[in-house]
Structure formats: structure tokens, C-alpha cells
């Protein structure tokens, strides 16, 4: 297992367009977030998932955001209807019961609305 | 509430240390955490401390917790250009779900 996987790394898409990410956790984790992080920020919680359920979501994920994680493996996180304002960095964490809690993230998904 | 704050920069020359400071209002909080993050890259745990110790030293890091104060900081000795990135602190909301809040980050610049 090398950590946390994010796909794509990078995606550009029109204005109103809707976008799928991905995040492959590592496998024995059974805890998933997902943060947001603009530019100069630091990074803003938006949802997490303990195996399939989704526990808590932020009033930053709108109903245009949507996030599931099927059998408690990977995860993906869907934007409709994309604005200028949802550009940014999109990382997921992984993080396992009975540690520090720390979490490992992913490099990132970097969406970029135009 | 949850907020956790930081100064913006800092600017060390190779070989000195740096100290990075942060406070954080939650008096409960239970875990806090030193991340890194370099230019493109998600965020990496460097290390952290449990809220019922005031110091921990791990290598070049120290990290020293004032409860009272609800200060933290780390300590990185013999800093190395390397070790130019941003620097989060950040404080785990207990709960039964550990989410993390984390501060805005402190760009470490190392001078040559």
C-alpha cells in the first residue's frame, strides 16, 4: 500500500460543468476526509465517512456537492453545475482507529472552473 | 469555537533554528499537530502531541504545548533548506469523529 490515492491531480472544466474526484484511502483505514483548500488557506474541512457512512458534512458542501463512499473503500466527491469559486485544492485523508489520529493525505486534486 | 492561529512567515538562515508558533481556542482539544506541505503537495504529519504532555522531541523537532496559554510550537533545529515549506498547525475537536481544524500556515523561508 503506498498511502492515499487522489485522481486526477489536476482538471480544468467550464464553468457549469459537473466533475467527479476520486480518493483511494489506505486500506486498513477505515476513517475518510475530505477538505478543501484555497490559496493561501489552510485546509477546511468538508465531509468524512467512517467505512460507508457518511457521519458529518460541513455547511461549506452545498447541495450542488455530493460525496459517497461505496463498501467503505474508496471514495469520490461530485460538483454540479461547477462555479469560478469552487476552484481549488481537493485533498482526502485517511486515518485509521486506535493511533494519534493523524491523517495521511493524498497529493491533491487541483480543479481549476473557467 | 475552533480556531487555530498562525503568523504568516518566517525567514531563518540555514543552520539556525526555527520556532513556529500557534494558539488555538479549544481548551478540549485532545491531539495537536505539526503538518507539512511543499509547493504541489497534500499535506505530510511531521509529528504531534498529546494534550496532557507540554514538550516532545523527535530528531531536529521539539514541540512545546502551554495549555494555560493554549500556545504550541515547533522547534526545528539545524534547519536545512529542505526544510522550506508551509507549516500547519493544527488541533483535533474531540468527538467521536477526531476531525482536525487547522490553522492558515506559516511559510518557512531558509535562507542559504
Known amino acids: 500500500d503506498t498511502g492515499v490515492s487522489q485522481n486526477p491531480r489536476h482538471k480544468i472544466t467550464k464553468r457549469g460543468q459537473n466533475v467527479t474526484f476520486r480518493c483511494d484511502p489506505i486500506s486498513e483505514h477505515n476513517r475518510l476526509y475530505w477538505y478543501r483548500q484555497t490559496l493561501g488557506q489552510g485546509p477546511e474541512f468538508l465531509t468524512y465517512?467512517?467505512?460507508?457512512?457518511?457521519?458529518?458534512k460541513s455547511r461549506l458542501l452545498s447541495d450542488r456537492f455530493s460525496a459517497e463512499r461505496p463498501k467503505g473503500s474508496f471514495s469520490t466527491l461530485e460538483i454540479q453545475r461547477t462555479e469560478q469559486g469552487d476552484s481549488a485544492m481537493y485533498l482526502c485523508?485517511?486515518?485509521?482507529?486506535?493511533?494519534?489520529?493523524?491523517?495521511?493525505f493524498g497529493s491533491g486534486t487541483r480543479l481549476t472552473v473557467v | 469555537g475552533e480556531d487555530v492561529e498562525q503568523s504568516l512567515f518566517l525567514s531563518v538562515r540555514e543552520g539556525d533554528s526555527s520556532v513556529i508558533n500557534c494558539t488555538y481556542t479549544d481548551s478540549s482539544s485532545t491531539y495537536l499537530y505539526w503538518y507539512k506541505q511543499e509547493p504541489g503537495a497534500g499535506l505530510q504529519l511531521l509529528t504531534y502531541i498529546f494534550s496532557n504532555m507540554d514538550m516532545k522531541q523527535d530528531q531536529r523537532l521539539t514541540v512545546l504545548l502551554n495549555k494555560k496559554d493554549k500556545h504550541l510550537s515547533l522547534r526545528i533545529a539545524d534547519t536545512q533548506t529542505g526544510d522550506s515549506a508551509i507549516y500547519f498547525c493544527a488541533e483535533m475537536n474531540p468527538g467521536g469523529y477526531q476531525k482536525v481544524t487547522f490553522g492558515i500556515g506559516t511559510k518557512l523561508q531558509v535562507i542559504p
Open positions: 465517512f467512517q467505512n460507508e457512512a457518511q457521519l458529518e
Open positions: 485523508a485517511s486515518t485509521g482507529t486506535g493511533t494519534n489520529y493523524g491523517y495521511t
